[in-house]
């Protein structure tokens, strides 16, 4: 469609597509040298020893529970404002999400983790929304005090970073996606989990493969949860670019920031010495929908991330009632996803800026 601005894009070129074809004639599809080559490069790049693929961050996320004995009986603090695949793993493992409502930035509050923390508290996971890091100062000052364990979810939060350091190294485990609309993807679903604890790696490796320590050696009941050669082979190039992609990101964000700042919307708040990588740039104002449609009629495209928070998704509300978290309820009404990505250009960010001034006239 001519003109057509979408809310995201994924980069492609010519040596992914021969990637694809060394790989397809390679002969080695699954768990071979791309998969080795991008888990040690990855966790390097995060600053972890350690990296775990796997077919999703979903399922990473549920092995390390696995891996860590969370089940029945157990309670995960985290968000409601997340995708929901942050919390089917706690209720696949047996155990119970614990919401927290939020703070300004739409992440998790932490001065209201405390107060959830009871005997049967054994984990807190946080997430990255939107690629914007958490007050993680707090968090380990409850996770010392309480012997909790930290797990992060950092599926929206390649390269962010708290006073310096990525993000997905504070804690137990750190978990990242690389689904499509992510800063960086396999083209398709794929996760890891990293780690610099060596004897949970090595069970995560085992649970995600049949639980198998050798070919025919079972150690453990495991899971078909494995990454495949081609998909690892596009996150080797897609790693190589990554820092661009966030410096483009950013860069458009501040040309967001810059441009709307006069009109009647909330912009993203940066988390105090944190880096945001934008995988999403989120507005909030109340006449949403309205501005939507009308973006929409111009062949802008928008999101809203997310719509309905977990906590009133029916799958939870049957199994733990009504919850009531005012702050994610009214940012759930009001949030809207502007076009962000890293080839967007400063013409077509000016575009969407000038048609949001037409609208508010």
Known sequence: ??????????YLDKETEKKVIEVINSGQYILKNNCQEFEEKFSKFIGCKFGILSNSATSVIQLTLMALDIGPGDEVITTSLTAFPTIEPIFHVGAKPVFVDIDETGNIDTDLIARKITKKTKAILPVYLYGNPINLKKILSLVRKYKLILLEDSCQAHGAEYQGKKVGCFGRAGFFSFYPSKNMTFLGDGGIMVTDDEKLAKKVRMLRDHGRSDKYIHQLVGFNMRANEMQAAIGLIQLKHLNRF?????????????????????????????????????????????????????????????????????????????????KTEKFCKQILSLPIYPKLTDVQVRRVTGEMNNFFK
């Not at 040309?255 to 909030?284: C, D, F, T, W």
């Open 1 to 10: 469609m001519k003109n057509k601005i979408n809310l995201s894009e994924v």
């Open 246 to 326: 966030i410096r483009e990101r950013r860069r458009v964000a501040r040309l967001y920031n810059k441009l709307l700042n006069n009109l009647p919307v909330s912009l993203p708040i940066e988390q105090a010495n944190g880096k945001h990588v934008y995988h999403m740039y989120v507005i909030r104002l109340k006449e949403r929908d309205k501005l939507a449609d009308y973006l929409r009629q111009k062949n802008i495209y928008t999101g809203i991330h997310y719509p309905v928070p977990c906590h009133l998704q029916p799958a939870v509300v049957k199994r733990q009632g009504k919850i009531s978290l005012p």
